[in-house]
């Protein structure tokens, strides 16, 4: 069963902060890695990364990938108030039944609280 | 223009019963994903749909259904409700089946009781 799991599972930071969110996967038929900020309902996506060691950069957010080490981080730096949120990783496989097309596993998330 | 719809915002159910969710994607998308996602956890990905036809599918028991129609909205269906379907359902539109250009609606907020 493919598993993905984020660390940590909350965190609290203050305004200035740099921060650093783990996500860790065991796939079978790996395609790719996305994440996703959640503040309230909609998850809006952020990167999708398919190569290791290849940055992926927005303004103050990256992220990259480590296919060999199996996982992936996403860094925050100069963290603001309106990052807080949910930052959610997800990564695409292949479904073992080849007619099933491929599917979205998410990780359980982390919590991220700036304060002022 | 509009982004994803979906209804209703908020449903309330009891054990056995089944529903229907609806979702309408972003206008010139052919492709349209479901995701339940649990109180505290992260969304669990249900189907995915592209040109009518269903291109993924979760590991949900098969009281889980859905269909996408030739304006290429979706509903998803639930029959015989658990208490454990409670739950935040989510729908995703985007323009192919690829998972970085998709969009997510607001979400229907489903309890059963």
């Known amino acids: 069963e493919d598993k993905v799991v984020q660390s940590p599972l909350s965190l609290v930071v203050h305004e200035g902060d740099t921060v650093t969110l783990n996500c860790s996967y065991e796939v079978t038929n790996f395609r790719s890695l996305l994440w996703y900020k959640q503040e309230k309902k909609a998850p809006t996506f952020l990167f999708m990364l398919t190569s290791s060691g290849i940055e992926k950069k927005s303004g103050r957010l990256s992220s990259i990938l480590d296919k060999k080490e199996l996982f992936s981080i996403l860094n925050i730096t100069a963290t603001q108030t309106g990052d807080s949120a949910v930052y959610l990783c997800?990564?695409?496989?292949?479904?073992?039944?080849?007619?099933?097309?491929?599917?979205?596993?998410f990780g359980g998330g982390t919590r991220l609280m700036v304060k002022p | 223009d509009a982004g994803v719809t979906q209804s209703p915002t908020h449903l309330i159910k009891t054990r056995g019963q089944h529903v229907t969710l609806r979702c309408s994607p972003i206008?010139?998308?052919?492709?349209v994903s479901w995701y339940q996602q649990v109180l505290g956890q992260g969304p669990q990905f249900i189907f995915q749909?592209?040109?009518?036809?269903?291109?993924g599918r979760g590991n949900f028991p098969d009281r889980f259904s859905a269909r996408q129609f030739p304006n290429y909205s979706s509903e998803l269906n639930v029959n015989a409700l658990l208490l454990g379907d409670s739950a935040l359902y989510l729908c995703?539109?985007?323009?192919?089946?690829?998972?970085?250009?998709?969009?997510f609606g607001p979400g229907t907020r489903l309890t059963v009781l």
């Open positions: 997800a990564v695409e496989a292949r479904r073992r039944n080849n007619n099933a097309g491929n599917m979205l596993t």
């Open positions: 206008s010139g998308h052919k492709s």
């Open positions: 995703a539109s985007g323009l192919s089946g690829v998972y970085n250009e998709q969009f």
């Open positions: 749909y592209y040109e009518k036809e269903e291109r």
